[in-house]
């Protein structure tokens, strides 16, 4: 994975690989005015040792009772990003060994987590249109033994781009809550919907205490501010800053300092506008692209929001065995078979939309289609 | 500790507690001007996703090299801080219920991170003169079954302020290598000396490829800027790379390229400087007002750099018992049971001289010698 986004840094290469936002695209001048501005204005203890700034768990609390979240600041926790809130709540949520439910195509950290416990996975079957399956969802708790804990990405699913339903999230807070399982609900991109209505997370539906929100800075401002957070049962917060304590200590001060004003001053409305429409741009370009090239052929998702589309070739192209040949003709993806923890997945591929200028998708998937249909 | 530490925001109390640098000698006007000059330099590349940023890579490998360590920037990986470096690490080379060797009296990170592996310890005695027992070390690791770890504070250890003599220091990279056991030397001190001469660390002796160095810039430049490193083989940092990334990713791409332009511009050195001056004098103030007001029953550790100071009541003097009446007479420290594994150390308390403006000291401490007394 590592090695393909390096890709993405050869600029003779269009990479469709990443799951970056685009660079273009980042508030620089913002976040360089509210860098400075909170070491002007705070001196020092911008820069010392600090507990967890309380303005930026207050905006967070704020912005998940927009998403229609109870939540209050003394139920959030400042992580470095997404992947640390996942780290952290499997630690603290799932002994060693234990058994996890995970979807059987899914973002690798995700992967990454459960195997850094030595868990046992069972994996669940995705729907393109509706996301994780929920009857295999309630057949996998009831199973013995009984899941430790469950991971779903309920927006613009990494890779797959697909959104889990209203209903389904609401069968999902109860299944948990039945089955008293924890659910980890890792949602780093529900603020770039750029299509349809807004869909409550499934903390939401949370009435039991066992669903774990996490969210992330690093797609809505920018990713070297490596600040993210969880929201989870006041009761728990001591426990994760404990745990913390022993990783790495906290967050950066400065970083929180800077990221508060930022939110305060308004900033994130204008900048999320731009964003999702410029990625709005770019997926109509790549879906009208894919449509030229591989209609023929080729399914594929058709994100509401998100980085990612999910293309599903005819089972006889292996994505993997294309990959050398596309890379030759200067375009880049992920073959699917890469977020697929069964192994299969051979004749799919990840597409991302939102690093790469719309001048250059059309012919960027023309290249792609030639390679896929042998060169 | 971390609600001890929450003791040093109370303007009241005069906090001898926490291990924080002083908010008044940090460089924060330079750092202000680097953090904006990289932004204006690099722009949205300063903000994005990013590998490890280069020539902070090599900055710190030439730092190495003068500290007599043969070190190329293949060899240093960057984390979020010491405690990020001893958390890795500890999850890389010890297995979950293998043996560690660690010092009887240490930082509760290192406690916290043999625990966090649900470690055995084998506990080392430190002599107060020359640090950590080297036959005792001899004997820990011949014992079965074989310990797979040891960790070592080399400078201005904390809590107790003593440096591993130079010739204890080749004795214990000798024991590592001819015994197969990694041992962590973790440093984040050393450049913190204001007295007596530099003592090559451990690594400097490393032939076998058996010590892994962790520095730090939290205490010599700034805590928020979260970073620090590790030096270990070459071969070694693929396997850093691949579990940092399970756990948070990457470090900010910001703060490498605003800390490698600080560096590169030579303002460690001035800082230092100022830095190491103020501490020498605040050490020199502490261990006076010691004399003055304990010199009847205590004894204490003189160090040469770092933060701590070490100090040794009658057996009949509990620190735990005192520390209530002292916080109430205004003044923190830390009891030295909180650094001691085995749960001794009773009559012991360590001392911060960093962060406490030297005029408030005397009073402090005889405050503090009323407490301990009895009230």
């Known amino acids: ?102 979807e059987r195509v899914t973002f690798t950290g995700v992967q990454q987590i459960t195997a850094g416990r030595g868990a046992a996975v069972r994996l669940l079957p995705t729907d393109l249109s509706t996301g994780a399956d929920m009857d295999a969802l309630e057949e996998a708790l009831r199973l013995e033994p009984r899941p430790r804990l469950i991971v779903l990405i309920p927006n613009f699913h990494n890779p797959l781009g697909v959104s889990i339903s209203a209903e389904k999230r609401r069968r999902a807070a109860a299944l948990a809550a039945a089955y008293g399982v924890p659910l980890l609900e890792d949602d780093p991109y529900s603020s770039l919907r750029f299509e349809g209505a807004d869909i409550p997370p499934i903390k939401a539906h949370d009435q039991a205490g066992m669903v774990f929100y996490i969210g992330s800075f690093s797609k809505l401002i920018a990713p070297a501010i490596r600040l993210g957070w969880i929201v989870a049962p006041a009761g728990l917060i001591s426990q994760l800053t404990v745990l913390r304590e022993s990783i790495d200590l906290e967050a950066s001060g400065l970083m929180q300092r800077a990221v508060a004003s930022f939110l305060e001053q308004g900033l994130l409305e204008p900048h999320l506008a731009r964003l999702t429409a410029a990625n709005r741009t770019r997926r109509d370009v790549l879906l009208e692209a894919l449509k030229t090239h591989l209609g023929d052929i080729a399914a594929w998702t058709r994100p509401e929001g998100g980085l990612f589309v999910w293309v599903t070739l005819p089972p006889d192209i292996d994505t993997w065995e294309c990959f050398e040949v596309a890379l030759r003709s200067k375009v880049a993806y992920i073959p699917g078979a890469a977020f697929d923890v069964s192994g299969g997945s051979r004749n799919t591929l990840r597409l991302n939309f939102s690093n790469v200028s719309p001048e250059r998708i059309p012919s960027a998937v023309e290249r792609l289609a030639t390679a896929l249909r042998g060169g």
Chains 1, 2 share one sequence.
């Open 1 to 102: 994975m590592r090695d393909l986004l390096r890709l993405a840094v050869d600029p003779g290469i269009v990479s469709l690989a990443g799951g970056l936002p685009a660079s273009e695209l980042l508030p620089t001048a913002e976040l360089r005015a509210c860098l400075d501005g909170v070491i002007e204005r705070d001196g020092a203890r911008a820069l010392q040792y600090s507990p967890p700034w309380e303005p930026l768990k207050e905006w967070i609390a704020g912005y998940m009772q927009r998403l229609s979240v109870v939540c209050g600041p003394g139920e959030v926790f400042i992580t470095n990003g997404a992947q640390q809130g996942l780290a952290l709540l499997s630690r603290l949520l799932l002994d060693r060994g234990q058994t996890a439910v995970i």
